[in-house]
């Protein structure tokens, strides 16, 4: 419902719509501070993420001590190679070479159904990593 006695200015309350420069520089800045470190991420160390990819594996797709054993080594010397090429002029190039190479080993150690899983969930990582993957395509 509309006051019929309200002044011909709205209201007696003046509001001043003006920030200071300073204000608006600060308000702007944390902004922008804290959207960045939302997205950051931690980097864990090589051994960790093989532990956690080899937990996902005895997990996910039941491979057995003769796999573990051998998917292991490959996990391990995989994510510690990752680590050095990251730092590389041509990284993006040296990185999609270390994923075939892995793969292409994890295929001969996993059977069709376990290498499918694998991979497709290498794909969604790849992806989530921003990475442009076109490796290889299952067989």
């Not at 902004?31 to 991420?41: G, I, P, Y």
Request: charged share 25%; proline share 4%; net charge positive.
């Amino acid at each position: 419902m509309i006051n019929q006695n309200a002044s011909p200015k709205g209201s007696s309350i003046i509001i001043n719509n003006r920030v200071p420069a300073a204000t608006r520089f600060l308000s702007i800045s944390l902004l922008l501070f804290c959207s960045l470190t939302t997205w950051a991420q931690p980097r864990y160390s090589p051994e960790v993420r093989s532990k956690k990819e080899i937990q996902w594996l005895k997990d996910s797709l039941q491979i057995n001590e003769v796999q573990l054993n051998k998917i292991s080594a490959i996990s391990l010397s995989y994510q510690q190679d990752m680590d050095k090429a990251a730092n590389l002029p041509d990284k993006k190039k040296r990185q999609a070479k270390l994923m075939k190479k892995k793969d292409t080993e994890m295929k001969t150690i996993l059977d069709h159904g376990q290498y499918i899983r694998y991979y497709n969930r290498e794909e969604v990582i790849r992806k989530q990593d921003a990475r442009v993957y076109k490796g290889h395509q299952p067989m």
